[in-house]
T-cell receptor, first 113, second 116 residues
Framework: GENVEQHPSTLSVQEGDSAVIKCTYSDSASNYFPWYKQELGKRPQLIIDIRSNVGEKKDQRIAVTLNKTAKHFSLHITETQPEDSAVYFCAALRYGGFQKLVFGTGTRLLVSP | GAGVSQSPSNKVTEKGKDVELRCDPISGHTALYWYRQSLGQGLEFLIYFQGNSAPDKSGLPSDRFSAERTGGSVSTLTIQRTQQEDSAVYLC??????????????FGPGTRLTVL
């Protein structure tokens, strides 16, 4: 089955710096890779996703890159702000089979003013 | 429109009692998922419904856990003879399932279960 590893587990940056979170996956047939942000005590919310037919996707300060050959994908946050502080989860899914998202273990991002 | 809703938001029970957790997906979403999140941990897949059928029950931790979905809408997760290790936040998500490669899963607020 699919296995997703996520690094780092914690990340501290100064406001305005960039943050990068990396994930690797094991199933080469996985073709959908979402990123969720979970603030303390709240539900996970999708912030960006990428499908296997593209290598990069951007949405304002957030971008995701996908390297299918190496089976890894990354979340990039530029010009970080204190409100970016949260736990970020990556996930992978192989459509066509069971619709089961396999999540990484999460990265706690702390942005200090 | 309304998002995914779950009830109760909090549930405290005694060890050995049965509990039922409810999920109301977004209207029209055919797929429904249950996840478990232990304190400070990631999301653990439990079960997936497509319509009223559950093609993937691989994540259910034991036979004390069961789930059903009726009318292609509301789902109930039942935990029998609860144990302290069942304490966690149980999250439900739903998705539309029309794309060829993945559909956004929208999460509910979760039910925090505490087993004393």
């Amino acid at each position: 089955g699919e296995n997703v590893e996520q690094h780092p587990s914690t990340l501290s940056v100064q406001e305005g710096d960039s943050a990068v979170i990396k994930c690797t996956y094991s199933d080469s047939a996985s073709n959908y890779f979402p990123w969720y942000k979970q603030e303390l005590g709240k539900r996970p919310q999708l912030i960006i996703d990428i499908r296997s037919n593209v290598g990069e996707k951007k949405d304002q300060r957030i971008a995701v890159t996908l390297n299918k050959t190496a089976k890894h994908f990354s979340l990039h946050i530029t010009e970080t702000q204190p409100e970016d502080s949260a736990v970020y989860f990556c996930a992978a899914l192989r459509y066509g089979g069971f619709q089961k998202l396999v999540f990484g273990t999460g990265t706690r991002l702390l942005v200090s003013p | 429109g309304a998002g995914v809703s779950q009830s109760p938001s909090n549930k405290v029970t005694e060890k050995g009692k049965d509990v039922e957790l409810r999920c109301d997906p977004i209207s029209g979403h055919t797929a429904l998922y249950w996840y478990r999140q232990s304190l400070g941990q990631g999301l653990e897949f439990l079960i997936y419904f497509q319509g009223n059928s559950a093609p993937d029950k691989s994540g259910l931790p034991s036979d004390r856990f069961s789930a059903e979905r009726t009318g292609g809408s509301v789902s109930t997760l039942t935990i029998q003879r609860t144990q302290q290790e069942d304490s966690a936040v149980y999250l439900c998500a739903s998705s539309l399932v029309v794309r060829q490669a993945g559909d956004t899963q929208y999460f509910g607020p979760g039910t925090r279960l505490t087993v004393l």
